[in-house]
């Protein structure tokens, strides 16, 4: 099994809103038509359309989420650059990591940051603290924290409490590539094959050996900035739209 994890593992995965996360994360698997090793590829994809229909649900309920600011939508569009980048390269990796950690300020990044020096040192009582607070601060405006918490439930051997974290951290941001790898490996452990590969299937796809990129890779790219450039598209206009009604209230 972990010579099987360890094979799974690509580098961090990608981030959702209601409209849009269902066919970009259905366009984003294989087209297969297969059957092994006791894998039905019908009843995984049934079991992911269910997953998505409640997370919809769930998020559609929510209407009062929180506007995005002028450099919230300006570090969006940064992102969306780094994501393009990734179809040639790595290198924007850890660059797009970094953004995730900031996108609410250095005050918040420091105790993510925090988080992660106690889960090193196995101070995992205090990490979780922290990570829980930062959630409950930002709720559905920050994917990042639920990441994280992920992370730490996994090297706890919490694997149904690290996937339940995955979920949420990918219903906010369904490109991010550690989300997806961590709840790979986390239903790896849990002996699901059907669930890991189903999320497998959705993984940022390496680069070659020889450093070119597959068409697996490049439509992976080509359907996660769509999908953040929708994101983008749909917080200009509500926050175009929160314009408006002030003016018309000055009326």
């Known amino acids: 099994?972990?010579?099987?994890?360890?094979?799974?593992?690509?580098?961090?995965?990608?981030?959702f809103?209601?409209?849009?996360?269902?066919?970009?994360?259905?366009?984003?698997?294989p087209k297969l038509a297969m059957k092994s090793d006791g894998f039905d590829l019908d009843k995984a994809?049934?079991?992911?359309?269910?997953?998505?229909?409640?997370?919809?649900?769930?998020?559609?309920?929510?209407?009062?989420?929180?506007l995005m600011t002028t450099t919230g939508l300006n570090r969006l569009r940064k992102e969306i650059k780094l994501l393009s980048e990734l179809e040639s390269s790595d290198a924007a990796l850890k660059e797009l990591t970094a953004l995730w950690y900031e996108e609410h300020g250095?005050?918040?990044?420091?105790?993510?940051?925090?988080?992660d020096k106690l889960v090193n040192q196995q101070q995992y009582q205090l990490a979780e603290r922290i990570l829980k607070e930062l959630?409950?601060?930002?709720?559905?405006?920050?994917?990042?924290?639920?990441?994280?918490v992920?992370?730490?439930?996994?090297?706890?051997?919490?694997?149904?409490?690290?996937?339940?974290?995955?979920?949420?951290?990918l219903?906010?941001?369904?490109?991010?590539?550690v989300a997806l790898n961590e709840m790979t490996m986390a239903n790896a452990f849990l002996h699901d094959l059907a669930s890991m590969r189903q999320w497998a299937a959705l993984q940022l796809p390496a680069m070659t050996g020889d450093g070119i990129a597959s068409e697996k890779r490049k439509q992976w790219v080509f359907e996660a900035t769509?999908?953040?450039?929708?994101?983008?598209?749909n917080e200009e206009t509500r926050l175009q739209m929160s314009f408006n009604a002030v003016d018309d209230e000055w009326q």
């Not at 996360?21 to 698997?29: G, P, W």
């Not at 769509?226 to 598209?233: D, E, I, P, S, Y």
Request: charged share 25%; hydrophobic share 40%; proline share 5%.
């Open 1 to 15: 099994m972990r010579s099987l994890v360890a094979a799974l593992i690509t580098i961090p995965s990608l981030a």
């Open 17 to 29: 809103v209601p409209q849009i996360k269902r066919k970009m994360l259905l366009n984003m698997r």
């Open 45 to 66: 994809r049934r079991s992911l359309e269910n997953l998505l229909d409640e997370t919809e649900d769930a998020t559609n309920a929510v209407d009062g989420s929180p």
């Open 106 to 115: 250095k005050l918040s990044s420091a105790k993510l940051r925090e988080a």
């Open 135 to 148: 959630c409950a601060q930002y709720g559905s405006s920050w994917a990042e924290p639920h990441s994280r």
């Open 150 to 169: 992920a992370h730490l439930y996994f090297v706890q051997g919490r694997m149904e409490e690290c996937t339940a974290e995955c979920q949420r951290a």
């Open 171 to 177: 219903s906010i941001k369904p490109w991010h590539f």
């Open 226 to 233: 769509n999908c953040a450039k929708r994101v983008l598209m």
